[in-house]
């Protein structure tokens, strides 16, 4: 089934709010370490408002989710506009007055916008066909090319546009998220009831019990490799600006470095959904996790401007196929009346995954140094690893029985 004119407007103007949003992120990951240590001498929580609002994303996720259900996509995306811009204002205030609590109070409202954010992803398979749902999702992630390029490009504008430096860019996140709240009135939303799912014959059927939902191998492949990809990109990501001013390289370096990785992590979304339809949400993981190794190998082969630029692109690429191979393989799990809780629960535990890497990755960082981050991230790739040969494996018994 083709896609129509209004399917194909709704999409682009939710990849539109992705790439908004997603700069939003993108520039909230860039400054606020950096900003931090301009007047806070414990350099080891530098991250802790970032930590703050992974922490808020998964405390946030659940009543964010239910609200939609309950109230609509356009209503709940749009309070999560209005959280962005009392986020960023709070966070800027907490940065002209030289307060570390406040700023940590920002990012915490913050995690609201932003768990509003990780269900753009969702709503993108409820605006299409069945049959389109891992082009929606690859393409509504793909709106982050933009954000590869405004996010970082901002912050290099705005970091010095007042004093103190970096609260010109806390500044634009409000005014991009009140752009958000605009668009989002132009969005034509499905209503819940008759919203898609990857499960047939689903309309009538009353909800399953949460816990029987999430015992499903296919939902426990996907969520433990999404909390493994998420939590690395995040350790590392988190973690790098830290690293390279740290290795005595400028602020403008840490900005490129970020750029690369968020190029990454959204170009390869232009073709990750033809390539899920073509050969399998399994082996597109596995090939997301291959890249997130070759990413640590290549920050773990020196300290040099390229060594971090290749190493975050690749974690940025790897991320990609990870996390939209996961979200596919989630949205085949749940029933239309079930989609509030499944997709909060998988975002619960991937946030309060990227919420304690966020935090470990500044402690980490200045107490042991950018190698042994990497070399833990090891550790935890084979864990991803691991779910998705599992999944594989599951995957071809049937076909083998069958032989």
Same mark, same amino acid.
């Given at each position: 089934?083709?896609?129509?004119?209004?399917?194909?407007?709704? +999409?682009?103007?939710?990849?539109?709010?992705?790439?908004? $949003?997603?700069?939003?992120?993108?520039?909230?990951?860039?400054?606020?370490?950096?900003?931090?240590?301009?007047?806070?001498?414990?350099?080891?929580?530098?991250?802790?408002?970032?930590?703050?609002?992974?922490?808020?994303?998964?405390?946030?996720?659940?009543?964010?989710?239910?609200?939609?259900?309950?109230?609509?996509?356009?209503?709940?995306?749009?309070?999560?506009?209005?959280?962005?811009?009392?986020?960023?204002?709070?966070?800027?205030?907490?940065?002209?007055?030289?307060?570390?609590?406040?700023?940590?109070?920002?990012?915490?409202?913050?995690?609201?916008?932003?768990?509003?954010?990780?269900?753009?992803?969702?709503?993108?398979?409820?605006?299409?066909?069945?049959?389109?749902?891992?082009?929606?999702?690859?393409?509504?992630?793909?709106?982050?090319?933009?954000?590869?390029?405004? $996010?970082?490009? +901002?912050?290099?504008?705005?970091?010095?546009?007042?004093?103190?430096?970096?609260?010109?860019?806390?500044?634009?996140?409000?005014?991009?998220?009140?752009?958000?709240?605009?668009?989002?009135?132009?969005?034509?939303?499905?209503?819940?009831?008759?919203?898609?799912?990857?499960?047939?014959?689903?309309?009538?059927?009353?909800?399953?019990?949460?816990?029987?939902?999430?015992?499903?191998?296919?939902?426990?492949?996907?969520?433990?490799?999404?909390?493994?990809?998420?939590?690395?990109?995040?350790?590392?990501?988190?973690?790098?600006?830290?690293?390279?001013?740290?290795?005595?390289?400028?602020?403008?370096?840490?900005?490129?470095?970020?750029?690369?990785?968020?190029?990454?992590?959204?170009?390869?979304?232009?073709?990750?959904?033809?390539?899920?339809?073509?050969?399998?949400?399994?082996?597109?993981?596995?090939?997301?996790?291959?890249?997130?190794?070759?990413?640590?190998?290549?920050?773990?082969?020196?300290?040099?401007?390229?060594?971090?630029?290749?190493?975050?692109?690749?974690?940025?690429?790897?991320?990609?196929?990870?996390?939209? $191979?996961?979200?596919?393989?989630?949205?085949?799990?749940?029933?239309?009346?079930?989609?509030?809780?499944?997709?909060?629960?998988?975002?619960?535990?991937?946030?309060?995954?990227?919420?304690?890497?966020?935090?470990?990755?500044?402690?980490?960082?200045?107490? +042991?140094?950018?190698?042994?981050?990497?070399?833990?991230?090891?550790?935890?790739?084979?864990?991803?690893?691991?779910?998705?040969?599992?999944? $594989?494996?599951?995957?071809?018994?049937?076909?083998?029985?069958?032989?």
């Amino acid at each position: 089934m083709a896609l129509d004119s209004r399917m194909r407007a709704n +999409l682009l103007l939710l990849a539109i709010c992705q790439a908004l $949003g997603q700069a939003c992120n993108t520039m909230m990951l860039s400054a606020t370490a950096l900003s931090v240590v301009t007047f806070y001498a414990n350099r080891d929580l530098a991250t802790l408002p970032v930590t703050m609002q992974h922490l808020g994303v998964m405390l946030w996720v659940f009543p964010a989710a239910l609200l939609m259900q309950r109230m609509g996509r356009r209503f709940g995306f749009r309070v999560g506009s209005l959280f962005g811009m009392a986020g960023a204002a709070t966070i800027g205030t907490g940065l002209y007055h030289g307060s570390f609590l406040v700023m940590c109070a920002g990012g915490f409202l913050l995690g609201y916008a932003v768990a509003c954010l990780h269900q753009y992803r969702f709503a993108a398979v409820e605006l299409v066909p069945l049959s389109h749902r891992a082009k929606a999702i690859s393409w509504v992630t793909a709106g982050g090319i933009v954000a590869a390029f405004v $996010g970082p490009s +901002l912050v290099r504008w705005t970091h010095d546009q007042w004093i103190p430096v970096y609260i010109g860019t806390y500044a634009a996140i409000f005014l991009i998220h009140a752009v958000i709240f605009t668009v989002m009135s132009f969005i034509r939303f499905p209503e819940s009831r008759i919203a898609t799912s990857g499960v047939p014959d689903s309309g009538t059927a009353p909800p399953r019990p949460l816990a029987e939902i999430a015992r499903q191998p296919r939902f426990v492949a996907a969520v433990v490799a999404a909390m493994v990809g998420y939590g690395v990109m995040v350790f590392l990501m988190g973690a790098s600006p830290l690293a390279i001013v740290g290795c005595g390289m400028p602020h403008t370096e840490a900005h490129t470095v970020i750029l690369m990785h968020v190029l990454g992590m959204f170009v390869p979304a232009l073709f990750t959904g033809n390539l899920i339809t073509r050969y399998g949400t399994t082996r597109i993981m596995a090939v997301g996790v291959v890249l997130l190794l070759a990413g640590v190998a290549a920050g773990l082969g020196g300290l040099t401007e390229w060594n971090f630029r290749i190493a975050l692109t690749l974690n940025g690429v790897g991320w990609n196929f990870l996390f939209v $191979g996961a979200t596919t393989l989630v949205t085949t799990c749940y029933r239309p009346n079930e989609r509030g809780k499944v997709q909060a629960l998988n975002d619960f535990l991937i946030f309060g995954t990227t919420a304690m890497m966020s935090f470990t990755a500044g402690f980490l960082q200045e107490r +042991l140094g950018w190698f042994a981050l990497n070399w833990f991230s090891l550790a935890l790739l084979a864990m991803a690893a691991l779910a998705v040969a599992w999944l $594989g494996l599951r995957e071809r018994r049937p076909v083998a029985a069958a032989a």
